[in-house]
């Protein structure tokens, strides 16, 4: 018995193997850290590196609200989006952290975590946080309209502008896309 869109992607993504980057244990980190059901609290800053399929993954199944932005994105942009969004926790690139940082100092109406990972010892905190995390993980209980994915348009016209995603449209990409496709 599963829950929502992350019930739906693990079965499509074929979930495998065992280590700090499986998102069972990285689902475990992310609710650790304050992670919960209607809680924005992720930018996936990152390179699209290996990896940050499970991190969407991961939060999803810890019943999160994934806020995907892109590598480019620097200080100001990330600001307005940490703003507008009024995300709590931030799992960020370690070689991205500095753009980062800069923006979380600049929010002004709530605080801000941030959790790097593919960094080497010290600078990995997800991988260090996840590494003794039981191998399943039970998906939290979510609904169909429960907002999953918030996506940020660039904001080159102005501000950027957020779009909602529910658990049921990623369900029906699931089910159609990468059924068909992939």
């Not at 992720?42 to 199944?61: I, M």
């Not at 709590?88 to 709530?110: K, P």
């Not at 990995?124 to 940020?152: H, Q, W, Y």
Request: charged share 25%; hydrophobic share 40%.
């Amino acid at each position: 018995d599963c829950a929502g869109a992350a019930c739906a992607c693990e079965h499509q993504l074929g979930v495998e193997g065992r280590g700090p980057a499986h998102p069972f244990a990285l689902a475990h980190g992310c609710g650790e850290v304050g992670c919960r059901r209607h809680a924005p609290c992720t930018p996936l800053v990152g390179q699209q590196a290996r990896g940050e399929h499970a991190l969407w993954f991961a939060v999803a199944k810890a019943g999160g609200i994934v806020v995907a932005t892109m590598p480019l994105l620097r200080a100001g942009e990330l600001q307005k989006v940490l703003d507008r969004a009024k995300v709590g926790i931030a799992l960020c690139d370690v070689r991205l952290r500095e753009e980062l940082e800069t923006a979380v100092g600049r929010v002004d109406h709530h605080d801000v975590k941030v959790m790097t990972f593919h960094g080497a010892g010290e600078e990995d905190e997800l991988e260090r946080r996840t590494a003794t995390k039981p191998a399943g993980f039970d998906a939290v209980d979510t609904a169909a309209d429960d907002v999953v994915l918030i996506a940020f348009t660039s904001g080159t016209t102005g501000n950027p502008k957020g779009t909602m995603h529910f658990h049921r449209d990623i369900l029906a990409i699931c089910d159609t896309y990468s059924a068909s496709i992939v």
